[in-house]
């Protein structure tokens, strides 16, 4: 039962990795470009989301400000890309990593500025509730995670997969200029992606801040993110939810049966192993190309 | 406008163009070594931070700078040079021999960290190194009979032929020790570069393809890339730690690698000035800021109060702008003014253009 427990909390935090890392793959999966602020626009939902809801600031409704931070987040999202990764076009994938990086910083100070460096918690009804399941003991929260995710996760591959605008974007990440000559209008598609990629930060960070508290240093949950897209296979929407839930489950299990002080760095020991004996990743998106 | 007459083959691997710019370097060589009768002792000691940064900053321009491979762990290898000379001079080894021996063992261990990484490029080294960095913080506390673990360890003067070196005591000989560290380096660095090996850095950085297709064994040009990288960088710690005297595991953060990749970057990247001008903007960002602050408190009224992040935050501010309108970092904006000088009039605007590039997939090879 205590085993059951552990993976159940595993799993629920597994998810929010796991929609941090959607993120990820999202970007890098229509732009080739990774993104390392998606962590902090996941934390800068959250307080979008808390300084709407939360009685202290707005005080709106928590199903309006929920859709509406959504909304503002893929409108920041949309843009940065139209200001500022725009600019970077074409240029090394490494350039865009340290660009991206910087924005995480000033993200950060933005969000200490606006609201402060002590934890905030996302007021919701969902606080509180429980779902019994025989012996077993579940928050709301976590079920509604679990829940989101995985609808979201598998409505991103349906999308990537089947329309057309999915397609699209995958064309222009695998060259570019043959997609603009194919008719696809490449930075438009661009910028739609990183609104998209906003939009699902702000569900990951609204659910983390309904499980818990979030304050501006939240942002470098995206580290860990980062290693659950890596070891499912960057690039791939479906790994980066499982190599998600790797990570989540990989810590209640580790704090509970390794020795203390080795727990903690056991998802890098494993993003390290990862990338060392197989850096494409569980679901690996490397192909050969045939000449 | 200076024209330089070519008249000796020498003339083209010499590391000075002309007499004249030797004679700039000189003179600038001899107002830093006069630097300690100048300056006071808290400028002297914001002078060799800078001249640290600046060795750091050396360290990782071979590997991001010169190979093209970018690093976000380098503050493991501060941390291991750091610990290493610390933990050498405990075990009663003369600091003249375990200064050099702390970047020698830096960059044994970085040339093999860079053996598995060796597969892996762009962003995937990137990650690579950037767990490496998260690590070392745990590997430190693990480690606790060697490191001091949490509680960190403690460093205090160490005797050169002799001389007493004290951070505190004797700044201007610690200032000194740094400098000629840096000025070591610096002409290593620029030695390297006119040799084979430094040659096959550049054309691994520019395109792997043509450079294996021109004979460069590409595997040990990056390897020896990563472990020259990590010697001159475990210097770069050892000397931190003696400057800083006191340092554990929270000493060498992940947040210390990214400023040091970001400082190339600001600096120029592909350029031995680039390095020494980053530094600059990072050793004397905190102390321009608090003085703007405090600037600001006095025009408007209100006492200067304390922002929690702001230097981060204004660090960030500056990357960006440099990344979007001046890649090439200051070096690249003083080699533009420095062009629109010489030849004035007939500079042109898009002289340092770069040629449009469009992105292809790595996911297929």
Known sequence: MDTLQL???GLANGCVYGLIALGFVLIYKATEAVNFAQGDLMMLGAFIAIGLTNAEYMGLPFLPSVILSIGIMGVIGYLLDRFVIRLMFGQSQVAVVILTIALGFVIRFVAGLIWGHEPHALENPMAGGEVRLGDLVLGMEDVAVIVVTLLLTFGLFAFFARTKLGLAMQGA?????AAYYMGIPVKRVQGLVWALAGAVAAIAGILFAAKGSVDPSTGLLGIKAFAAAVIGGFGSLPGALVGGLIVGVMEPFAARYIAAGYSQIAPYALLVAMLIFRPSGIFSQTRVKKV | MRIVFKTDYMQDIRPWKDGHQLSLYLILLALVVVAPWILNDFYLGELTNVLIWAIAGLGLMILTGHTGQASLGHAAFLAMGCYANVILLEQ??????????????????GALVALPAMRLHGIYLAIFTMALSILVDDIIVLTEPWSGGVSGKYVGPVSLFGLEIDRWGTPWAFYWLVLGVTVAVTLGYINLLRSPMGRSF????????????????????????????????GWAGALMGLYATVFNNETFTVIISIQLLMMIVIGGLGSIHGAFLGAVVI???????SISKEYVGMVFGGSSVAIPGLEVGVFGLILIAFILFEPMGLYGRWLKIRTWFELFPFYRKDMFKRQKSYLKTERLR
């Open chain 2, 202 to 233: 550049i054309a691994v950085r520019d395109s792997e393809v043509s450079a294996q297709a021109m004979g460069v064994d590409v595997a040990r040009t990056k390897t020896m890339s990563f472990g020259l990288s990590c010697m001159v960088t």
């Open chain 2, 283 to 289: 050793g004397f960002l905190p102390q321009f800021l």
């Open chain 2, 92 to 109: 009663g080894v003369p600091f003249v021999l375990a200064f050099p021996l702390a970047g020698l063992i830096t960059g044994i261990v």
């Open chain 1, 7 to 9: 993976l159940i909390s």
């Open chain 1, 173 to 177: 990440s695998q060259n570019q200029l």
